[in-house]
Each structure stands twice: as C-alpha cells, then as structure tokens.
C-alpha cells in the first residue's frame, strides 16, 4: 500500500443494493439530483484547480475553510458545504474533503477543526465512508500539526474511513507544488491518484 494513504481496515465493502434515494424537502434541487453519489469533494483551492483529474462532484472554493466561505461565486462554508452535500453520498460511498490548509491561517486552529471534524463524522450515516486529505500550510507549520493531530483524532470515529497523506508527501515532493501548497500537474495527477487508490 502507498505511505501516503492510510485506511482504516474497517472500511467495508460497496454493496450490491440500489442507493437509497433522499426525500426531496430535505436538500435543495441541486443537490437533491446528486443523490446516490458514490463520491462527493468538498474542498478549497487544491480540489478546485484539481477538478479534470478528480473522478466524483467536486465542490470546492479558494481560499475555503471550515467557517469561511471562500472566493468563487456563492459558495458555502466547509461546515455548509458539508451539512448540504453529505446527504447525497450513497451508502457505502465516499464523502472526500480537503479542508484545513486555510483553516491554518486561524489563532483558534485546533479547537474549531477538531468540532468541524466532528460535525461532520455526525452527519455521516455508518455504512457511509470519510476521506480526509491531510493538510499542510508551509506559511503556518505548527497551527498545521494541530490540525492535523485534531484530525487524525476525530476522524477514526467514523468506522469507514481513510487518510489521503496530501501533508507528508508535499513536504516530501516540493517540486511537485508551485508554492509548496498548490500542485502542479503531475502533483495534482497524485493526488487524484491516492485519492482514487483510498475509495476504490
């Protein structure tokens, strides 16, 4: 298995079963059509520039963190974004989030992420997985391994889920990011890769 992903051995296998189909009061129109999605992306600026490579519906906003909305169009906050879209993941499929890169930028890191990571680990059903990028802001390093320990906390409170090592292996592969965030094509290709080799 790559070193850059970490699963949980929990994770179960996708089931024969039609999705279940969401009651329309519950989600607006948009997100009502997505429903029995077998991955939906919420994330900031990295899944944005990412979203030819990704393989699923990709939400994602720059400059986005768990309480701040970002920069493109009218989107949502990550906790919005979550509490909107994690309804339309089908069971046994896979709610994938990169968040916390910006959240870095906050005094009140640690505090506020480990509740975003909670948040949404409760409005995740069971038979339903969570993929979490790991984060890495080289601007803020410290507040970045507060997140990151506030993740790798929380996160395992889901019984199916995974860690895409995003963090470890830009600190590893700096070439691979234009400004040791941000990748550049082939790292946005590795990305979409530990991605997929994580869910499938």
Not at 68 to 95: F, H, I, K, M
Not at 98 to 122: E, M, P
């Amino acid at each position: 298995m790559n070193r850059y992903i970490a699963t949980n051995p929990q994770r179960r296998r996708r089931s024969s079963s039609k999705p279940s189909r969401l009651k329309f009061a519950v989600l607006p129109l948009a997100i009502f059509a997505l429903s029995g999605c077998d991955a939906v992306m919420i994330g900031d600026s990295i899944f944005n520039m990412s979203r030819a490579e990704l393989a699923g519906f990709v939400d994602a906003s720059d400059g986005r963190s768990a309480d701040n909305a970002g920069l493109n169009g009218n989107p949502l906050t990550g906790r919005q974004a979550v509490a909107s879209l994690a309804p339309a993941v089908s069971e046994n499929g896979w709610l994938v989030i990169n968040l916390g890169t910006n959240d870095a930028r906050s005094r009140k890191t640690a505090d506020a992420f480990r509740s975003f990571v909670r948040n949404t680990v409760a409005r995740l059903k069971n038979d339903r997985c969570l993929a979490w990028v790991v984060p890495y802001n080289p601007q803020f390093p410290e507040r970045s391994e507060q997140i990151e320990s506030a993740l790798r906390a929380e996160i395992v409170a889901q019984p199916c889920h995974a860690l895409i090592e995003w963090g470890p292996w830009v600190q590893a592969n700096p070439a691979l990011t234009v400004d040791g965030i941000h990748p550049t094509t082939e790292g946005k290709q590795a990305l979409a890769a530990m991605i997929a080799a994580a869910t499938n």
